[in-house]
């Protein structure tokens, strides 16, 4: 039993993230409605409390949360019926169809950037293959030129980075308005040359003669190119590191790959990408005989609600078998990922490709973990590649 007095949950200390799980377990079981004072949030953290609660629109909002104060209209910090209409337009050019198409897309994609690295020993998959898969899928699929291409995903990965000098709202501020920016140029070639990509669709995307104004379509490729691109890097990085960890389950995944989609789900609910998303409360909320005021901000937070022994048999073991598919990496309710098909597709076939190239890399040091505020990734991983 923790002293109540003692114990602190604070994303923004440098030496969280190597603390992280043994933290969120004393959440879980001991301050399952946590507040912070000192940083002005409270965090829910049990599996069924984060689940139910994604679904309190009544209770908890997204709008008007402090990382919204700086961004143009986005899914993720609307709610009804603002949300439902902009969800039902942006639905109508990001389809099923649409990803499902990506995909011989992105396996000759990953196949080119494993080919790069047959002739060497070592790489770092972040650089040389996690990270350039998704981010280039997914601008190529928004419409940027390539020539474009590094200066987006440039900007988002500021966006990760923790400074507890900042406010939130300052710390994005800067690489907000220059994605806005390179997006709006984008835009304006596009109403006057359309293409086959996103973007044209958006344009064209219409209901009932209602379509998506300028401020919500720079929204949602502001959207796409941030979560879509970054969370996916994270994905294949952290499980990457978790196969090397397990070599029994890698070898039985890379001989059998139809276990790979379990497999993708397990990564995600062990070792989620984004770790915590804020809400708003909106009225009282009482919960564990605990009382959250309103307009205060309130953590649900993924990272613990994902390990919690109460919905998850031995949560703490990786079991690569697992296939959970009822877990909180992608969030839940209407705030469910849009991407996370896409991010699935992405998941499935790194893995698949990489395997069947490198069935034996093995990590030439422990990787260590970004210092972030929200994000659960690796910013290096040096791996040998035959092992």
């Known amino acids: 039993m923790s002293d109540p007095a003692s114990f602190v949950y604070d994303p923004f200390l440098p030496e969280f993230q190597q603390r992280s799980h043994a933290i969120y377990r004393t959440l879980r079981d001991e301050h399952p409605v946590y507040h912070n004072p000192e940083r002005g949030f409270w965090a829910i953290s049990r599996f069924e409390d984060v689940w139910q609660a994604t679904s309190q629109v009544d209770a908890l909002t997204t709008e008007g949360i402090e990382e919204a104060a700086s961004l143009l209209p986005m899914l993720n ?34 196949d080119e950037l494993l080919d ?49 000098d900042l406010s939130i709202t300052d710390a994005i501020r800067e690489p907000s308005e220059r994605i806005y920016e390179e997006f709006a140029r984008l835009l304006g070639e596009r109403r006057t040359r359309p293409a086959e990509d996103l973007m044209s669709a958006l344009l064209a995307a219409e209901i009932g003669g209602e379509r998506l104004t300028e401020e919500e379509i720079l929204g949602f490729c502001y959207q796409l190119i941030v979560a879509g691109n970054d969370t996916t890097t994270a994905l294949i990085g952290n499980g990457a590191v978790l196969l090397a960890e ?49 307009e205060q901000r309130v953590l649900l937070v993924w990272g613990a609600a994902n390990r919690d022994e109460r919905e998850f048999p031995d949560p703490d073991r990786f079991d690569a078998s697992r296939g959970a598919r009822r877990h909180l990496a992608f969030g839940h309710g209407i705030h469910f990922c849009l991407g996370a098909s896409l991010a699935r597709l992405e998941a499935r076939i790194a893995f698949e490709t990489l395997l069947a190239r490198f069935p034996t890399y093995r990590l030439v040091e422990p990787a260590r973990w970004i210092g972030s505020r929200w994000a659960r990734a690796h910013p290096e991983i040096r791996l040998v590649l035959r092992g």
């Open 116 to 164: 790069a690295l047959v002739d060497r020993d070592e790489c770092d998959l972040v650089a040389d293959f996690a990270e350039p898969l998704p981010g280039r899928i997914i601008a190529e699929m928004i419409g940027v030129p390539a020539e474009r291409r590094e200066t987006f995903l440039g900007h988002t990965r500021k966006m990760l980075a923790t400074n507890p």
């Open 246 to 294: 397990h070599p029994e389950q890698r070898r039985r995944i890379a001989a059998e790959p139809d276990r790979i989609p379990a497999a993708v789900e397990e990564m995600l609910r062990f070792e989620p990408p984004a770790q915590a998303l804020p809400r708003r409360s909106r009225r009282e909320i009482t919960l564990h005989g605990t009382t959250i005021p309103p």
């Open 77 to 110: 910090y609307l709610d009804p019926p603002r949300h439902d209409r902009l969800r039902a337009l942006v639905s109508r050019a990001f389809t099923a169809r649409r990803v499902s198409q990506m995909e011989p897309r992105v396996r000759r994609l990953a």
